[in-house]
Structures are given as structure tokens and as C-alpha cells.
């Protein structure tokens, strides 16, 4: 094999695939990156079994081949190469050779053959979407995800495609986000599928604002070509919770507040959180919010914002987190909060989307 590429087209290509690597796995070949020409260019590819990703780059190929490279030693060498321009050539002991004009390095890979093959997807229904789009429902639902490992079914988002369209859904059991998204197409039959918290932070990193990509779901793994980026998983096996049985009927007791004011406010009162004090109070009153934190031997703040809100008056605690989540990935400039009981969780609906977080109790 030999190309020459722009070293800023390999380092882009090199990082794109390389974050799902694991440096220290017990099988040395998932430390390296496989590098193969294609008609059209150069594909790289990392694994770590549970997720795989390609990318194609556009290189100058002047002879075919493959083989791996260790991720790490490659990426920094690359990285640290004097010039523009780089020569990369193997040999028959998968030796390779990378030259600049007034540099060079050999490095020894290892044989394509032992890198494992990524699954292949035949004769599966494929559905298109906006890539923004997607893009838009990972970050509304993502932060509410499960990072406790032995309620593993909750370490990810369960992703329902029907004939309405596209259903994200995402708890930790505090909170619950759940994203509906219309499609232009309808499916053969409806498909409910649980996609790892890893392979959404991947999505999230090479998903663009333009563009569509396409979504292969398998019965046990799932495939998303992004045109140029292609990211396979596997997916979680298990049934994931009945939601809808968590969202409340809509109440009248709507609290309407501009988002900003209120993301900023409740940023402020957060400063003085601590672990065994994390609440952060929420006085309503008729048109005017009080936002407010108290922390024994740290000290206390206290904010008031204008809103519209002609409900009964109500005292309420929440973890400050679960609503900066929510509160900084929206779009709108103002947002209606559905608050019934101190004790009942504060709902936040927003066309095609629902946020629901349960209450702290306060002090």
C-alpha cells in the first residue's frame, strides 16, 4: 500500500475514529486503527466490539492495500510531522514507513486479517432523517440518561420508530425526556431499539447541521452513515420501562417564565450547592418567581424573577443540574412549567417534547 495525504485531512480522519478506542484492551489489535484504499479513498476504522466507526478521507493512491497502525503512536506522530505533505508506504512484514520531505518514521502494525469485521447490513429497512434533526432530539434527550451501570437497560436511549415517525426516550429515574419527531416515509413494521450512551456521544460529535444520514436498525446492532462517517453498535438488550405510565395529565397550574432568565438564576443559586445540600428552592408566587439556596456553613442567595402565574402559591426544591440540562438546550424564549404539588414532579411540554423531574425535598 501507498498514499500520499494532506496531514491535516489524516489528523481530522485519525480523530474522528479514534475516541472509541480502548488504549489498554486485552486484545492489541483493538488499540490499532485499520487503514485500507478504497476507489474512492482512504478508510479508517476503530472498534472496541461494542462500537465500530469508518470514515472515508480523500488521499492520493498510488498502490492498494491495508493494514493496522497503534492508534495512539500513529495519531502523534502524525501530529508532530514537520510540512504539509505525507508519504505513507507498507511493507510484506506490515511495516510502515510515514515520510515527509525531511522526515521519517517506520512503525510496525499488524495484519488486517486480525482486525474483526465490522457487521454487515443486508436486505434491512433503511429510513433517512435531517441531520440536525437527530441532532436536535440526541441533545434533548441525552443528559437523561442513566450513568448507573447495574440499571444498565437505562444506559441508553430507546429510540421507537412507528408510523407516526421518530420517538427518543431517556430516564435515570429522576427525570424523563422524551423527543417525537414526524418522518417523511413509513415503515414496514415498528421497531423499538436501546442505543448506548457511548455510541450517542459519538452520533452527537460527527452529526452535522446539514444533510441527511441514514439509520439501519438490526435485531441486535444498528447502523448510522452520516455520508462519509459510518457508526455501527451494538444495542442493549432488554425491555426497556413503560414511560408513557410516568407522564402526567396536564395541569393548569402553569408557571410561564422567560428560559434564559431562569437557566441564569438558577446557574447563580447552583454556586452554592454541595453534595449533601444540592436543592435549590423555588418560591412562586402570583407573576413572581423566587429563586433561592441556603447551604449550612457555605451561605445563601436569593433571586427574583418576574413570570405569569396565577396559581395557587407553592414551595418546591429541585436539583439544579436536572433543570440547567433541560433549560440550556432548549430553543424558545419562554417556557411554560407545569408545578402541581411540592411533592409531584415539575413538567415542561413543549411541542413534540415532554421534560419531567421529580422534586428534592428542601433542607
Same mark, same amino acid.
Given at each position: 500500500?501507498?498514499?500520499?495525504?494532506?496531514?491535516?485531512?489524516?489528523?481530522?480522519?485519525?480523530?474522528?475514529?479514534?475516541? !472509541?478506542?480502548?488504549?489498554?484492551?486485552?486484545?492489541?489489535?483493538?488499540?490499532?486503527?485499520?487503514?485500507?484504499?478504497? +476507489?474512492?479513498?482512504?478508510?479508517?476504522?476503530?472498534?472496541?466490539?461494542?462500537?465500530?466507526?469508518?470514515?472515508?478521507?480523500?488521499?492520493?493512491?498510488?498502490?492498494?492495500?491495508?493494514?493496522?497502525?497503534?492508534?495512539?503512536?500513529?495519531?502523534?506522530?502524525?501530529?508532530?510531522?514537520?510540512?504539509?505533505?505525507?508519504?505513507?508506504?507498507?511493507?510484506?512484514?506490515?511495516?510502515?514507513?510515514?515520510?515527509?520531505?525531511?522526515?521519517? $518514521?517506520?512503525?510496525?502494525?499488524?495484519?488486517?486479517?486480525?482486525?474483526?469485521?465490522?457487521?454487515? $447490513?443486508?436486505?434491512?429497512?433503511?429510513?433517512?432523517?435531517?441531520?440536525?434533526?437527530?441532532?436536535?432530539?440526541?441533545?434533548?434527550?441525552?443528559?437523561?440518561?442513566?450513568?448507573?451501570?447495574?440499571?444498565?437497560?437505562?444506559?441508553?436511549?430507546? $429510540?421507537?420508530?412507528?408510523?407516526?415517525?421518530?420517538?427518543?426516550?431517556?430516564?435515570?429515574?429522576? #427525570?424523563?425526556?422524551?423527543?417525537?419527531?414526524?418522518?417523511?416515509?413509513?415503515?414496514?413494521?415498528?421497531?423499538?431499539?436501546?442505543?448506548?450512551?457511548?455510541?450517542?456521544?459519538?452520533?452527537? #460529535?460527527?452529526?452535522?447541521? +446539514?444533510?441527511?444520514?441514514?439509520?439501519?436498525?438490526?435485531?441486535?446492532?444498528?447502523?448510522?452513515?452520516?455520508?462519509?462517517?459510518?457508526?455501527?453498535?451494538?444495542?442493549?438488550?432488554?425491555?426497556?420501562?413503560?414511560?408513557?405510565? !410516568?407522564?402526567?395529565?396536564?395541569?393548569?397550574?402553569?408557571?410561564?417564565?422567560?428560559?434564559?432568565?431562569?437557566?441564569?438564576?438558577?446557574?447563580?443559586?447552583?454556586?452554592?450547592?454541595?453534595?449533601? @445540600?444540592?436543592?435549590?428552592?423555588?418560591?412562586? $408566587?402570583?407573576?413572581?418567581?423566587?429563586?433561592?439556596?441556603?447551604?449550612?456553613?457555605?451561605?445563601?442567595?436569593? +433571586?427574583?424573577?418576574?413570570?405569569? @402565574?396565577?396559581?395557587?402559591?407553592?414551595?418546591?426544591?429541585?436539583?439544579?443540574?436536572?433543570?440547567?440540562?433541560?433549560?440550556?438546550?432548549?430553543?424558545?424564549?419562554?417556557?411554560?412549567? +407545569?408545578?402541581?404539588?411540592?411533592?409531584?414532579?415539575?413538567?415542561?411540554?413543549?411541542?413534540?417534547?415532554?421534560?419531567?423531574?421529580?422534586?428534592?425535598?428542601?433542607?
Amino acid at each position: 500500500m501507498k498514499f500520499k495525504v494532506e496531514k491535516n485531512i489524516l489528523i481530522s480522519g485519525i480523530q474522528t475514529v479514534q475516541n !472509541v478506542i480502548i488504549t489498554k484492551s486485552s486484545l492489541p489489535i483493538l488499540s490499532n486503527i485499520l487503514i485500507e484504499t478504497q +476507489e474512492d479513498g482512504l478508510r479508517l476504522t476503530a472498534t472496541d466490539l461494542d462500537i465500530g466507526i469508518t470514515c472515508l478521507i480523500p488521499v492520493n493512491i498510488q498502490e492498494a492495500g491495508a493494514v493496522t497502525v497503534p492508534a495512539k503512536r500513529f495519531s502523534d506522530i502524525i501530529k508532530e510531522l514537520p510540512g504539509s505533505s505525507i508519504s505513507v508506504t507498507t511493507k510484506k512484514n506490515n511495516q510502515v514507513n510515514i515520510e515527509t520531505d525531511l522526515c521519517q $518514521f517506520k512503525i510496525m502494525g499488524l495484519a488486517r486479517e486480525e482486525f474483526p469485521k465490522l457487521p454487515e $447490513f443486508k436486505d434491512k429497512e433503511v429510513f433517512k432523517l435531517e441531520q440536525s434533526v437527530l441532532k436536535e432530539m440526541l441533545n434533548l434527550t441525552s443528559f437523561s440518561v442513566s450513568i448507573d451501570e447495574t440499571r444498565y437497560i437505562l444506559n441508553g436511549i430507546l $429510540f421507537k420508530v412507528n408510523k407516526n415517525g421518530l420517538i427518543l426516550v431517556a430516564t435515570d429515574g429522576k #427525570r424523563l425526556a422524551v423527543v417525537e419527531k414526524k418522518l417523511n416515509y413509513s415503515v414496514s413494521q415498528e421497531i423499538s431499539i436501546i442505543i448506548p450512551i457511548k455510541t450517542i456521544h459519538e452520533l452527537n #460529535r460527527n452529526l452535522k447541521e +446539514e444533510g441527511e444520514l441514514s439509520i439501519v436498525l438490526g435485531s441486535n446492532q444498528a447502523l448510522f452513515d452520516l455520508g462519509g462517517v459510518v457508526i455501527i453498535s451494538r444495542l442493549i438488550e432488554g425491555e426497556f420501562p413503560d414511560y408513557k405510565q !410516568v407522564i402526567p395529565p396536564t395541569t393548569e397550574n402553569k408557571l410561564r417564565v422567560r428560559r434564559e432568565d431562569l437557566l441564569l438564576a438558577v446557574k447563580r443559586a447552583a454556586l452554592l450547592s454541595t453534595p449533601d @445540600y444540592q436543592a435549590v428552592k423555588l418560591e412562586i $408566587f402570583k407573576n413572581k418567581l423566587v429563586v433561592s439556596k441556603s447551604t449550612p456553613d457555605v451561605g445563601e442567595s436569593r +433571586e427574583e424573577l418576574v413570570v405569569a @402565574y396565577q396559581g395557587k402559591e407553592l414551595a418546591i426544591g429541585f436539583n439544579p443540574n436536572y433543570l440547567i440540562d433541560v433549560l440550556k438546550n432548549l430553543g424558545e424564549e419562554s417556557i411554560d412549567i +407545569e408545578l402541581s404539588d411540592s411533592e409531584k414532579p415539575g413538567v415542561i411540554r413543549i411541542d413534540g417534547y415532554t421534560y419531567i423531574v421529580l422534586p428534592m425535598r428542601i433542607g
